[in-house]
């Protein structure tokens, strides 16, 4: 994992599966708009079963828990240390996430993580 | 400069054969009250068996075990060249035989300390927090500092005083608890042997020893420990000829709230400020390590006249408005005036707050050995120095970087 | 029998004082001496210093010709110095066409920002300070040297073995006494 900095906002990102990691806390200042930030932070749930491999987390290498975020609309599915150091994205997951949670044009995180990952979303593609 | 040293090491010699002397006093009466016959010679012996070994392991390791403990790391001239330049000045100002090696401590708490067996092996310490608060003329004024307690010899007497103050404080807890559970299990046999009176005050006598002289000799070390931290100001000065460097550094010490974790109460007398916030204890008290360091700044700050001995001494008086003297006589010999230059201390370092402090954070990960790689498109990456593979894309423009292996 | 022991013992006494005394005055000069190449260490940094200064530079200040001349003329003669006059007139002068490259940097936002220039001028200006720690400290040696020369009772052995008092380094020019003024902001 390494760490990448742009317009002084740091993110650790691992440069091999594209994947983004979030200390505690950092999900909440991306987010601006503060009902918005409210709704998504009540929104974890926890999956007791599913097929996606357990990751562990870079911090206390403790197996993390699966958890369910957004069940409103499509839900995403990210990881979650049990120690609450932070939370894993997948490649690609944090910005659908913060793309579809009305988070709209002008927003700066969201044009800063288009930014920072010019080269990676634009030649790979969406999905994932 | 020279005749301090002198006075410095005869002082250390004083207090070395003073606590000596406490030791020996307590290991022969220790021993005495255990056995009366033969107890004193075996306690004596015993005591300095171990002022040996742990003098061996202070002399050897000492200033490792301390950089290990206060969790300091060596850096290279690439992490901070400011620093090493900084460092190199005062080592040329001081004649320093060689140059010291240069630590940082990952912490933001702003301090700092000198360790080492002697000028030809000492280590300079300072924490990131200080780095990313000083400019460069504060930062000459601690660094100058700390030179003048590796050039007064002090950073050896530091060590073996707390070498030698450890000691008895073992000694006399070990009898001590001794005491204590011996007079719960077999109180009555030891009252019913023979002996008498004479036995009886030898007994009072360790029981008393035991517990004053682990105060005296905190005392005195406290009280030593004090006076070099005045002495090392007014060297300090002497080398940079700059004497607000200085006091602008200890304002910006004594204003941050940050705690510096790694430091403790064996430790806490080296250190340029006292790391150990005080619980509503008078700073002035016995007890304290450091001069209150507004006190220091004030002083500092009085030396209009010139960067002399003698100046820092006619400050110090104004200051306390006592006549005490601070530097020793022969100190003050040399009659040629030294003037103040020209600084810049208390003047930049404002930036942003969010700037400082991720330019604490990127020091802090490049004392961390981390690898810095700025991509043309304005994309930073820090690699860190475990990473596994040999190239990185940049996610933002794709272009190809190695890594350092 | 007793009178020739005594005798004998303060001989012993004062040959050894001799001994111990030219021994500290030799150390003393051999540590002026090390502080005079002190300073020749600092100022041939600098030299080799100036000319990645200049090339960093060039590209930024196009109006400044005749600063950055300045400079490289000055950095030549005091290369060229031969005698302790020469050089310190040299080296002076040479510290006064910095300090006036420092002051036009000012006016050069982009020169100033450049990370590569940053780092010259940390070294530059550590170096300036370098050359006056080094003139502090042998001045100090100086110092020490020659009290011990003067003073008694090591007088009489200094004057015995011919040790001279040596000169102070002092600053002719006064705009040598002013380091570069330097934002390290």
Redesign the interface.
């Known amino acids: 994992m390494i760490i990448l900095e742009l317009h002084q906002v740091e993110i650790d990102y691992c440069p091999d599966c594209k994947g983004i990691w979030l200390d505690t806390g950092e999900l909440e200042l991306l987010i601006e708009d503060e009902t918005e930030k409210k709704r998504l932070l009540n929104s974890f749930k926890k999956q007791e079963h599913t097929k996606e491999k357990l990751y562990r987390c870079p911090v206390c290498n403790k197996k993390m828990d699966k958890v369910l975020l957004d069940d409103e609309g499509d839900p995403v599915m990210i990881d979650k240390c049990k120690k609450s150091h932070g939370l894993w994205f997948d490649k690609n997951e944090l910005y659908l996430l913060l793309d579809k949670s009305n988070a709209g044009k002008d927003n700066k995180v969201l044009n800063l993580l288009n930014d920072m990952f010019n080269y990676e979303t634009g030649t790979k593609g969406e999905g994932a | 400069m020279w005749e301090l040293i002198q006075a410095n090491k005869r002082k250390s010699f004083f207090l070395f054969i003073g606590m000596t002397i406490l030791l020996l006093l307590l290991g022969y009466f220790i021993g005495s009250a255990v056995n009366p016959y033969s107890g004193g010679i075996t306690g004596i012996v015993i005591a300095l068996i171990i002022l040996f070994i742990l003098n061996m392991i202070s002399h050897f390791s000492g200033s490792k075990i301390l950089l290990a403990v206060s969790n300091a790391k060596e850096v290279t001239k690439k992490v901070h060249p400011q620093l090493f330049n900084v460092v190199e000045e005062m080592r040329i100002a001081s004649n320093l035989p060689a140059m010291p090696k240069i630590y940082i401590i990952n912490s933001p708490a702003p301090n700092a300390f000198a360790t080492g067996r002697n000028p030809k092996n000492s280590a300079i310490a300072v924490t990131a927090g200080l780095l990313s608060m000083l400019n460069r003329d504060e930062l000459q004024g601690v660094v100058a500092h700390e030179t003048s307690h590796i050039l007064n010899r002090d950073i050896r007497f530091m060590t073996y005083a707390s070498i030698m103050l450890g000691t008895i404080v073992l000694i006399s807890e070990v009898f001590l608890r001794g005491m204590f559970y011996s007079s719960l299990a077999g109180g009555r046999r030891s009252s019913s042997s023979r002996g008498g009176q004479g036995q009886l005050i030898i007994m009072i006598i360790a029981i008393a020893l035991s517990i004053l002289a682990p105060l005296f000799a905190t005392l005195l070390y406290f009280a030593i420990s004090r006076k070099r931290e005045y002495l090392a100001d007014a060297s300090a000065v002497r080398l940079t000829r700059y004497p607000e460097g200085l006091a602008s550094a200890l304002e910006k010490i004594a204003g941050s709230h940050e705690e510096l974790k790694t430091a403790t109460k064996v430790t806490a007398p080296l250190y340029i400020n006292n790391p150990l916030k005080r619980k509503g204890r008078k700073a002035s008290s016995l007890q304290s390590t450091h001069p209150p360091i507004h006190e220091r700044i004030k002083i500092l700050r009085n030396m209009a006249h010139g960067a002399n001995f003698s100046d820092y001494q006619e400050a110090f008086s104004n200051v306390k408005g006592s006549v005490k003297p601070i530097i020793p006589a022969s100190g003050l010999t040399d009659h040629e005036d030294i003037q103040i230059r020209k600084g810049e201390a208390g003047k930049g370092k404002i930036k942003n707050a969010r700037q400082s402090k991720r330019n604490l954070e990127d020091l802090m990960l490049n004392v961390d050995r981390y690898d810095f790689i700025n991509c043309v498109c304005g994309l930073k990456m820090k690699v860190p120095p475990g990473y596994s593979g040999n190239e990185i894309l940049c996610p933002r423009c794709g272009r190809k970087h190695k890594t350092i292996k | 029998m007793y009178a020739v022991f005594i005798f004998l013992g303060i001989v012993l006494i004062l040959i050894f004082y001799i001994i111990g005394v030219y021994n500290s005055l030799v150390k003393l000069r051999n ?1 002026v001496k090390n ?1 005079w190449s ?1 300073i020749d260490v ?1 100022l041939k940094r600098r030299h080799d210093l100036i000319p990645n200064l200049i090339k960093t530079v060039k590209g930024y200040m196009k109006h400044e010709r005749g600063t950055l001349d300045s400079v490289t003329n000055a950095r030549a003669q005091a290369m060229g110095a031969q005698t302790m006059g020469e050089k310190s007139a040299a080296e002076g002068l040479l510290s006064g066409a910095l300090g006036k490259l420092q002051i036009a940097v000012e006016a050069y936002p982009d020169l100033k920002a450049n990370q590569n220039f940053l ?1 010259l001028q ?2 530059l200006s ?1 170096t300036e ?2 050359i006056s ?2 003139r ?2 042998y001045n ?2 100086v ?2 040297f020659n009290n011990k020369t003067e003073m008694f009772p090591s007088n009489i052995i200094a004057g015995m073995f011919n040790f001279k008092e040596e000169e102070f380094f002092e600053i002719e020019d006064q705009t040598e006494k ?2 570069p003024k330097v ?3």
Do not use: P, R, W, Y
């Open positions: 540590q502080a002190q600092q780092s940390e070294e550590s300070n370098k720690f080094s502090q400290n100090d040696q110092l020490f002013k380091v934002d390290f902001a």
